[in-house]
């Protein structure tokens, strides 16, 4: 079965302690390796899109990479706004419309000053 | 104006209402989606349509009716919903060429 799995389910770091999340996935086919961030009461805000092994995005102090069986969220000296649930989403060739994304239950982060 | 909408962003109802959820996205899009978010569990698809087509509808109970008249608008229409149906409903849309969604503030429904 399709599956993506997102680790720690929640994650606490003094602020400055950098430190990364991980999404693992076992879908067939994949077409595109999605991260989000979602605040409280909010909807999910894009981060990155990954497409293939070895490719690397970066944004402020967020980095994501990607490998065959797995994404990092690497967060450096992360800051107090950075506090937020990162969700971690896959598209895949076994999706009816191709048009739906599969979910990770995602990783609350809390930073602290 | 410009993103997706969706209003309300707050909606208390007993099991007898009816009552509608609305999506509006003003980016050009020509996919758009409803999800269910509940408390520990992934993001659930619901319904995706594109260019006003239902391709996709994934096992939804038949208390929750999709209307997309126009590539701009989308609602769910909610009756008769049970207190289990209390979750964030998100809207969200996407291109043709499809590179991701842009999501909703969604709307925190609650049954009662």
């Known amino acids: 079965e399709d599956q993506v799995t997102q680790s720690p389910e929640a994650l606490r770091l003094q602020e400055g302690e950098s430190s990364s999340l991980n999404c693992s996935y076992t879908v067939s086919g994949l077409r595109g390796l999605f991260w989000y961030r979602q605040d409280p009461g909010k909807g999910p805000e894009f981060l990155f899109t990954l497409y293939s092994a070895g490719e690397e995005k970066e944004k402020e102090r967020l980095k994501a990479t990607l490998t065959k069986k797995e994404s990092f969220l690497h967060i450096t000296a992360p800051k107090p706004e950075d506090s937020a649930t990162y969700l971690c989403a896959v598209r895949h060739t076994n999706s009816n419309s191709g048009y739906a994304l599969n979910f990770g239950k995602g990783t609350s982060l809390l930073v602290t000053p | 104006e410009t993103g997706v909408t969706q209003t309300p962003r707050h909606l208390v109802m007993g099991m007898t209402n009816k009552k509608s959820l609305k999506c509006e996205q003003h980016l050009g899009h020509n996919a758009m989606y409803w999800y269910k978010q509940s408390a520990k569990k992934p993001l659930e698809l619901m319904f995706v349509?594109?260019?006003?087509?239902?391709?996709e509808n994934n096992s939804v109970p038949s208390r929750f009716s999709p209307e997309c008249p126009n590539s701009s608008h989308l609602f769910l229409h909610l009756h008769t919903l049970q207190p289990e149906d209390s979750a964030l409903y998100l809207c969200?849309?996407?291109?043709?060429?499809?590179?991701?969604?842009?999501f909703g503030s969604g709307t925190r429904l609650t049954v009662v």
């Open positions: 349509y594109s260019l006003e087509e239902r391709v």
């Open positions: 969200a849309s996407s291109q043709q060429e499809f590179r991701g969604y842009t």
